[in-house]
Every structure is written in C-alpha cells, then in structure tokens.
C-alpha cells in the first residue's frame, strides 16, 4: 500500500495552467498496487498547451485503467504501449483541429505494483526517489544543453528535445525503466515549476523533517514564498 498525495497550482504569474496531474490535486489517500500516478507540463510557447496535458493524462490514465482490468500484467512493455497510445491520440486530435496543431506535452508516469516501480517519461518532468537520507533522480532529461552568456554570467540553456504531441518528429519516444523498492521509500514526479524554485536536496530535507501530508503543504508554501513564477505540480507516493 502507498499514500499518494497531489498538487497542483497556477502560481503567481501565469494566467493559465498547462499542468495536469493525476490522481486530481487535492488527493491524500491511500492506495493498492497496482495503480498509477502521472505528471504532465503543457510546453510553453506551444499552442494550447494545457490542452496538450490534460489529454494526455486522461488518455494514459484511461487506457492503463482498461488494460489492467483485462487482466494485462504492468510491465514496461505496457507503459511504453501508453506513451504511444498517446501519441497517436494527440495526433489524432490535432488532425480532427487545426487549432491544436502543434500542442505539445511532457509527460511522466509511475505505475506501482507489490514490489517495484516501473516508470515512464517524455520531456523533462523530474522523477525522484528519497531513500533514508538520499534522493536520486531516476530520469535523464530530454533536453540538452547549451552555456551562454547572459546578464554578467555563464548559464546553461536548456532546450526539450522530446514530447508528447507537438509538430511531426517532436516526439522520439519514451524512456521506461524499473526501480525495486523499499517501505519508506517516497517517489516524488513533479513538473519543472517546481524544481525552478526548489532543489532536489530542499525537497528530500522537507519530506524527511515533516510528516508527508504537511512536507506537501510546506513545499507549496515554499514555492510561493520564492515567486511561483511558474505552474508548478507533484504528485508525491510513500511507500508503505
């Protein structure tokens, strides 16, 4: 069993929100493998973006729910068959209007069963996991990246080179791989709204000081307390 826990927020500056999570923000409860969790982060400059996000997590969440009921066992296989289920369908509507051409998403998934992980991601929404005093992150970006000289500094640019949706070619496909896990284990799967705030090691110290159900508040608050220039979402799992 896991509690699962869900944020999700517009922020202090954008009129919209472009990202989409599932279960729905709000969430605090406990759940039986084997279920799943995703995160998904609209790509700004893109048209219609939150709509992007919103049919992605809905067309995951619906075709993994269908598969499971008839009995197909969760395995890699089948989160990568998720990816693409998405991909035709986004593509898809944005064939049926014109207007969504181009809309574009990231888009990571955990699916939980008695023992393991197995987690999916396309785009750079981070996926991290906290065990005892350590956090990892278990995805590599899809992004590369570029020093530039900006404002008296080096900086490094980054730019997504895969997604969900977006114009042909965008998307290159997912990356899927599998993490054994522990009791106590917590898996956090946010978009970058919040690592543009936070680090990784300020998210691990919040969740291993507080209980998780006020970790999630105080990181929220946290957020808003620096600007929340972005949208910013996690969906957090402890594993119990």
């Keep these: 069993m896991a509690l699962v826990i869900s944020v999700a927020e517009v922020g202090k500056i954008r009129d919209n929100m472009e990202d989409y999570v599932y279960p729905a923000p709000g969430t605090h409860s406990t759940f039986t493998p084997p279920f799943s969790v995703m995160v998904a982060d609209g790509v700004a400059g893109s048209p219609y973006g939150e709509k992007a996000s919103q049919a992605a997590v809905e067309i995951a969440e619906a075709y993994l729910r269908d598969m499971l009921i008839r009995g197909v066992s969760p395995t890699e296989d089948l989160v990568k068959s998720i990816f693409d289920r998405v991909q035709e369908a986004l ?60 404002e008296g500094k080096i900086v490094l640019n980054t730019t997504l080179v895969n997604c969900m949706g977006g114009y042909p070619g965008i998307y290159s496909g997912a990356t899927v791989n599998t993490c054994p896990l522990k009791k106590g284990d917590i898996v956090f799967i946010s978009s970058d709204g919040v690592t543009l705030h936070v680090s990784p090691e300020e998210i691990r110290d919040i969740f291993l000081e507080y209980p998780s159900h006020m970790a999630a508040g105080i990181l929220r608050e946290v957020i808003y307390k620096r600007g929340a220039y972005d949208n910013f979402s996690y969906v957090v799992v402890v594993w119990e």
């Design 91 to 150: 593509r898809f509507l944005q064939e049926a209007d014109p207007s969504l051409r181009g809309a574009s998403t990231t888009l990571s998934i955990g699916l939980f069963t008695n023992d393991r992980l197995i987690y999916g991601y396309a785009g750079d929404s981070p996926i991290f996991l906290i065990r005892g005093s350590r956090i990892k992150r278990l995805d590599d970006p899809h992004v590369v990246g570029t020093w530039v000289y900006s």
